[in-house]
């Protein structure tokens, strides 16, 4: 199911509220493990957009801070195993 808009969104393409998140994540080692953060992440209320790269080890999404905060995508992926972190945009 895609989800739109892209993170690559300019900021002024991007619907009012979203936000441009890249959080590091640790422990992926494979295109499963990319499916299971992506999953994870889009299947969040806040989230409209997410990439996952696993050679850098990040997660670049557009997400709605006033639907759910930082800590309830990092949540969500620790429940999956993975630890995970903001880094600046």
Not at 10 to 25: E, H, N, T, W
Request: glycine fraction near 6%; charged fraction near 20%.
């Amino acid at each position: 199911m895609p989800h739109s808009p892209t993170p690559s969104a300019s900021p002024a393409d991007r619907p009012r509220g979203l936000q441009r998140l890249v959080l590091a994540v640790e422990g992926m080692s494979c295109e499963a493990c990319v499916r299971h953060v992506t999953q994870a992440l889009a299947g969040q209320p806040s989230v409209t957009g997410v990439v996952v790269d696993l050679a850098a080890a990040r997660a670049t999404l557009e997400h709605d801070p006033d639907r759910a905060p930082l800590a309830a995508l990092v949540a969500a992926l620790d429940a999956e195993g993975y630890a995970a972190r903001a880094l600046p945009a």
